[in-house]
C-alpha cells in the first residue's frame, strides 16, 4: 500500500522516517488562515485534514498523513517568527510562561479519515537577553512555532513538558499515527 505524507516540513519527514516505512512527499495546496473564533485545536485539526485531503485527490489509492500544528500562548498564537527579531519577541514573551502545541494528525484513505490532537504543554525557563540572544544565533529556529527546537538546542530554553506523545512538539504525533496506521491496514511492526 502507498502511503503519502501531505507535507514539505522537514521536521515531519524526519519524524515520519523514523517508523522504518516507505512513503512519499507531496506538497498539500491548502488555504491556511485560522478562521475567525476558531481555537488553535480546531485549525490544527481542519488543516490536517484539509491537507490530508487535498493530496488524497492526487493518490486516490494511497494512505495519505497531513499534520499541523498551532501553538498558543494564553490566547496569543505563536506563529513561525520567520526571522531574528520576531523570534526575539516571542522568546521574550514566552520567558517563565507555559505555551500549549496543539497537533494534529489526519490519516486518510479512499472514503474514510481519522483525525487526533495532541497537545503538549511547554513551561519556558525565566529567558534573559543573553540566553535568547546565544540560542538565536546558534539554532536560527526561524521556520518554528514558539521559536524553539525541541528537538535541538532549543531544550535548553524548556523548564518542563507535558504530554502523551513528546514527538507532537516536534510536529507529528508518532504515538497517535502508528495507532491509526495500523488501522488503515499498514501496521508499523
Request: proline content about 5%; some cysteine; aromatic content about 4%.
Amino acid at each position: 500500500m502507498q502511503l503519502v505524507l501531505a507535507s514539505t516540513s522537514p521536521y515531519r519527514k524526519a519524524l515520519l522516517e523514523r517508523l522504518g516505512l516507505r512513503f512519499e512527499v507531496a506538497a498539500p495546496d491548502v488555504d491556511e488562515r485560522v478562521l475567525p473564533g476558531e481555537a488553535p485545536a480546531e485549525t490544527a485539526k481542519r488543516l490536517a485534514e484539509r491537507k490530508a485531503v487535498a493530496v488524497r485527490a492526487a493518490f486516490p489509492d494511497a494512505v495519505i498523513i497531513g499534520s499541523d500544528q498551532v501553538a498558543a500562548c494564553g490566547s496569543e498564537r505563536l506563529d513561525k517568527p520567520g526571522n531574528h527579531d520576531n523570534a526575539v519577541r516571542q522568546l521574550r514573551s514566552l520567558s517563565g510562561k507555559a505555551a500549549d502545541f496543539h497537533t494534529a494528525v489526519c490519516v486518510a484513505q479512499r472514503d474514510r479519515a481519522e483525525t487526533a490532537v495532541v497537545v503538549c504543554r511547554v513551561q519556558f525557563r525565566e529567558l534573559d537577553e543573553r540566553r535568547i540572544e546565544a540560542y538565536l544565533r546558534r539554532e536560527r529556529p526561524y521556520d518554528c512555532a514558539g521559536s524553539a527546537k525541541a528537538e535541538g538546542l532549543g531544550i535548553a530554553l524548556i523548564e518542563r513538558m507535558e504530554t502523551d506523545d513528546p514527538t507532537a512538539l516536534i510536529g507529528l504525533p508518532l504515538i497517535a499515527l502508528t495507532g491509526m496506521l495500523e488501522r488503515a491496514g499498514l501496521p508499523v511492526l
